[in-house]
């Protein structure tokens, strides 16, 4: 069963390498990106296409970091909730065995 799953993902990746290779093929054309305050380079549309990619994935990213942190603080807390309710627990148990004998 593992091997299956490595084999799909080795497919999968294999797929994505290859329709990079096209798309980067196929977007040689140079242009020179202008921005209002900053004209950049002339770079193949590939480059550029990647590089908007990876500059909103990484902003996606930071946008989701408060998310994140608060979902752990979260979770820390409710955790230290459930261990101290356990302990509380596990106390009033051996108390009514106490209370029993």
């Known amino acids: 069963m593992r091997w299956i799953k490595g084999l799909i ?4 990746l294999l797929i994505v390498v290859l329709v990079g290779i096209l798309f980067a093929v196929n977007n040689q054309q ?14 193949s549309l ?3 296409l990647l590089a908007t ?3 909103g994935v990484v902003l996606g990213m930071l946008a989701m970091l408060g998310v994140y942190v608060r ?3 979260t979770l820390a807390r ?5 261990k101290q309710q356990r302990k ?3 106390s009033l148990r ?7 004998a």
């Open 9 to 12: 993902l080795a497919v999968i």
């Open 30 to 43: 140079t242009i020179a990106l202008n921005l209002i305050w900053l004209e950049l380079p002339a770079v």
């Open 46 to 48: 590939s480059v550029w």
């Open 53 to 55: 990619l990876v500059f």
């Open 71 to 73: 979902l752990k603080a």
């Open 78 to 82: 409710s955790q230290r909730q459930n």
């Open 88 to 90: 509380e627990l596990d």
């Open 94 to 100: 051996t108390q009514e065995f106490k209370e029993l």
